[in-house]
């Protein structure tokens, strides 16, 4: 699907966090830590506002449930002023990547790669094009202007499992910590996932490399795009979501849409929509994402966890009615509050 691109330079590699919010702060910071050791070299990061001029002034602050570190990092709001960097992490919400696709792929070397940290289908992620080739979907992807920029044989699979937030500016908190997983599709030259894995677990990360990316890309897929609907549509937590019969219906429906839709794209899920709810009403009362997005009066990420995963389904034919009826809703909610 894609062609192999050149391979990293052999030589410590310059990385640039782009977003260094919840996730792409901790990234950030372990990586500006461990800079000068091993594969990790310069590390930079692209921010604004008040967490721009905080990690200028103070540096950027990690707190742990282990550790309470600041570090300095070169902080730019424009990604123009640095030079190329081999490799690219973006940690931003899904519908604040493609306006920025021009600068990405000036940002990054030739023989760079990017890192899209993102909850739901990534821009790179190939479904049909109608005439016998492939791009991202246009949900993720406007007019394909990432995959023309950037270009998906330079994406590497990144998604983060842990529990972060920016309770100021200039401090990240980790209150759950977790691993990043990084992957390609079955068929691709890994040899680049291999070296940035052992290049974050340097850091002190734990990485995970699962083969094929498909289990992890739609094994979370599965949870958000059920709890984080529901969760926004009815503004419950997933703990009376879990215990409602007709929420806990209507989350388990899409449930069961997703993991026919892995099926199709050859995924395994593992976990049980049973399982799920079970865990969601016996553990912590969690507000998904998207829910705390609206209970803060911030955009939904509609179309990458939800629209997305609806096209994928349309352009694979496998019905996805209860996604649909949810993205929909979500759509009218996003119209009403003024964010169309």
């Known amino acids: ?140 992807d406007p007019g394909g202007a990432l995959w023309r920029e950037v270009g998906p044989e330079r994406a590497i699979g990144s998604i983060a499992y842990m529990g972060a937030s920016v309770p100021e500016p200039g401090v990240i908190s980790v209150e759950i910590e977790g691993y990043l997983d990084l992957g390609r599709l079955p068929g691709e030259d890994r040899s680049d996932v291999v070296r940035v894995a052992e290049m974050l677990r340097g850091a002190g990360w734990t990485v995970r490399e699962t083969e094929p990316f498909q289990n992890s890309l739609f094994s979370k897929l599965f949870s958000n795009c059920a709890m984080n609907s529901v969760a926004a549509i009815s503004q419950a937590a997933q703990k009376r979501i879990a215990t409602d019969p007709v929420l806990s219906r209507m989350a388990a429906g899409i449930m069961e849409e997703v993991r026919a839709l892995g099926l199709v794209e050859g995924a395994e899920i593992r976990m049980t929509s049973e399982k799920r709810l079970y865990h969601a009403a016996n553990g912590p009362d969690h507000a998904p994402s998207t829910l705390q997005d609206l209970r803060a009066g911030k955009p939904l990420e509609i179309e990458p966890i939800f629209g997305a995963t609806v096209a994928l389904g349309a352009a694979r034919g496998v019905p996805m009615p209860n996604l649909e009826l949810a993205t929909a809703m979500l759509r009218a909610i996003e119209e009403a509050r003024g964010f169309a």
């Not at 830590?33 to 721009?52: E, K, M, N, P």
């Not at 707190?63 to 570090?71: A, N, Y």
């Not at 190939?126 to 246009?138: I, K, S, T, V, Y």
Request: proline letters at 12%.
């Open 1 to 140: 699907m894609t062609t192999t691109p050149p391979p990293l330079p052999d030589r410590p590699l310059s990385i640039c966090v782009v977003g260094p919010g919840a996730i792409g702060g901790t990234i950030a910071a372990r990586l500006a830590a461990a800079s000068g050791t091993g594969d990790i070299g310069r590390v930079s990061v692209v921010a604004r506002g008040a967490h721009l001029a905080a990690i200028r002034d103070k540096g950027l602050r990690l707190v742990t449930p282990t550790e309470d570190v600041t570090v300095e990092v070169e902080a730019v709001s424009d990604p123009d002023n640095l030079p190329p960097q081999d490799i690219v992490i973006t940690a931003l919400k899904g519908h604040q990547i493609p306006p920025m696709a021009a600068a990405l792929g000036r940002l990054l070397a030739p023989e760079g790669r990017m890192l899209p940290v993102v909850n739901g289908l990534p821009w790179w992620y190939p479904l049909p094009d109608g005439q016998g080739g492939f791009r991202g979907a246009e949900a993720v």
